[in-house]
């Protein structure tokens, strides 16, 4: 099955909000064993989501589109998808006695333009939306399929996952297209597109894709159009090949956290952990805390950004600051030291560096930042020059640290 995605909003092609709706509705489909063929985003205005509708259903006969049913003039998908079908739009009083029912448990009035929510294409099948107002809506005819969702990103996964996936289901012809990752850091694309080399022929007809951010490089391999149990075996025996290729730099599969991965490390040795944080300021402690359970071992963080804080709280000596900077080996290792005696734990780990945009010079420039991890007695500092813009060059280093302690704890005895 092959369909396509529209999503509906100005605030999408204006940049004001993130379209992660596309992005869930690919990955779920493509576990479902649809083929997403195209995805487009347009504004709020009749003539673009008609146009954009019409033109999807004329190449595959099937969409999906996200936006637009709220109760408020620029909500308009519902509208125009029923003009395209020739259906008009009718009172469904079952969905106004829920809408209703709905505002009675808030303990408010229903606004009167809430009602336009229960108004549905005539023979619609009307998909119910328990986390919010606008129900999403099934429009079939003469073989073609328009899924009309919520655009709230919540509201859309659930009516995703308990009425259009289960529908789905029951076209389908039992094959999927299924994904699975390798996750890696601290290693360049390109350097790990050597070290893989040319598995393409080994995994056919699976497809290996490589995946840079700001966390390191994912290798996405997928099956297409197989049978499940076929998929999964042939996933599970590239995803091995893929692990042994990466060796050290390769840290877990799918959506694997490293902070999770480092926090298991230290559960293991029953050791605590204490961050120093400078230029990431108190990212990298977020990074640990937003991990479940991270509290029997992350103890917690000092955010030492001003030169003061360093040396009256971590204990650098201020001439190891005037003479080298606050930017450097020497202070980045008294940083680690002094926070993890300050709090007599096991491991410390601290940052300083460059975020920018200003701040750079010719020896030192911005995306410089200095790591150290401590493990026991065991220190290992390093020095990276991080591209991209400040929110960028912050999560890289917070990944970086990270790393660093996975792998100085790996070597350990």
């Not at 999403?136 to 509201?155: I, K």
Request: some cysteine.
């Amino acid at each position: 099955m092959k369909l396509e995605v529209v999503t509906i909003g100005s605030e999408l092609l204006l940049g004001q909000i993130i379209d992660t709706n596309a992005a869930e509705l690919g990955r779920a489909l493509a576990g479902a064993g649809v083929e997403v063929v195209r995805h487009s985003s347009v504004a709020d205005r009749p003539d673009a989501i008609r146009a954009a509708v019409a033109e999807a259903l004329d190449r595959t006969g099937f969409v999906i589109t996200t936006g637009g049913l709220g109760p408020t003039r620029d909500d308009m998908t519902k509208k125009e998808v029923a003009a395209l079908f020739n259906k008009p739009l009718r009172l469904d009083a079952a969905v106004l006695r829920a809408l209703e029912e709905r505002f009675r448990r808030l303990g408010r009035a229903m606004p009167a333009v809430n009602r336009t929510q229960a108004e549905v294409p005539d023979g619609a099948t009307v998909l119910a939306n328990p986390r919010g107002t606008a129900p999403g809506l099934w429009v079939e005819d003469r073989g073609r399929v328009v899924v009309m969702l919520p655009g709230v990103p919540s509201e859309m996964r659930g009516l995703l996952a308990e009425e259009v996936l289960p529908r789905l289901a029951e076209r389908s012809s039992g094959v999927v297209v299924r994904s699975r990752t390798v996750r890696t850091t601290g290693v360049a694309e390109s350097a790990l597109a050597e070290r893989v080399g040319a598995i393409e022929d080994d995994i056919a007809p699976l497809t290996l894709a490589y995946l840079p951010s700001t966390e390191g490089v994912e290798l996405r391999v997928t099956a297409w159009g197989l049978r499940a149990d076929d998929a999964e075996r042939r996933l599970a025996a590239a995803t091995a090949q893929l692990r042994e290729r990466a060796g050290e730099d390769g840290y877990g599969e799918d959506g694997t956290d490293l902070a999770a991965v480092v926090l298991e490390q230290l559960r293991a040795r029953k050791a605590r952990l204490v961050v120093a944080e400078s230029c990431t300021g108190g990212l990298l402690s977020g990074r640990i805390t937003a991990v479940p359970g991270a509290s029997d071992v992350f103890i917690g963080g000092v955010v030492a950004y001003d030169n003061v804080l360093k040396s009256g709280t971590l204990d650098v000596r201020p001439e190891l600051l005037d003479k080298h900077g606050a930017v450097s080996e020497q202070v980045v290792r008294a940083m680690a030291e002094g926070v993890q005696r300050q709090f007599a734990v096991d491991a410390a780990l601290a940052v300083t560096g460059i975020a920018g945009p200003t701040g750079g010079t010719a020896e030192k420039p911005v995306g410089t930042v200095w790591l150290a991890a401590r493990y026991g007695a065991d220190v290992r500092a390093l020095r990276r020059i991080f591209p991209g813009d400040r929110g960028e060059i912050r999560a890289r280093a917070s990944q970086a640290a990270l790393d660093l302690l996975r792998r100085l704890i790996a070597a350990a005895p």
